[in-house]
C-alpha cells in the first residue's frame, strides 16, 4: 500500500468507518499473529494479544492522527501487549508456565515440513535476548523499514541502527556456533 493510500485508509479510520478497519485487519492479521507468536513462543499467548491488540486498535483508530503510519502503529500495540503479559508473567509465574512446563516452544520451527536452516535460524532467534530478537523480527520478517521499527519500539532511529547491528551480529555468533570460532582462532 502506497504513502496516499494509507493517508485516505488512517482517514477513513478516525470516521470510523468499520469496512477501512477490516481492510486493515486483512492487510496486518497474519504479520502481527506472527511478530506475537515469535515473540511469545507460544500460541495460545499468541492468539490472546492478537485479538487484545485488535480490540485496541478498533478502539484507539478514531484517534489516529494525520500521517499515522499504520504498520508501526499496529507493530506498536502489538509489542505493548506483549510486553504487559510479560510484566504480569513475571508476577504471575504460573501464567507464564501454565499448564505446558516442559513444554516446547511453538512456531514455525515446529512445523515438520520445515527445512534445517528455517529450524536453526528459529531455535537461533529464540536463543537472543528479547531487545535482539525484537528488532530482528521487526525489520527481517515483518518488512519495517529501520524508521518504522524505531518507532515501534520507541528509540531514536540511531540507537535502532546500533540495537539492529548488535542484534545481526549476536544472531550470526548463535547461527555460526562455537566452532567456527575456534576454526577462526586456529587458522
Known sequence: ???????????????????????????????????????????????????????????????????????????????NKFRSWRRWAALDFTRFVGDAEGAEPEGPSARPDAGDELVALEKALEALPMAHREVLLLVGVEGLEAKQAAEVLGIQPEAFRQRLSRARAALSEKLDGPARKDAAVIG
Open 1 to 79: 500500500m502506497d504513502r496516499a493510500e494509507e493517508a485516505a485508509l488512517v482517514a477513513r479510520l478516525r470516521e470510523g468507518d468499520k469496512a477501512a478497519l477490516r481492510v486493515v485487519y486483512t492487510s496486518f492479521s497474519d504479520r502481527l499473529f506472527g511478530f506475537l507468536l515469535r515473540l511469545s513462543r507460544r500460541r495460545d499467548v499468541a492468539e490472546d494479544l492478537h485479538q487484545e491488540t485488535w480490540v485496541s486498535v478498533a478502539r484507539h483508530a478514531e484517534r489516529l492522527a494525520d500521517g499515522t503510519d499504520l504498520a508501526a502503529w499496529l507493530f506498536t500495540i502489538a509489542r
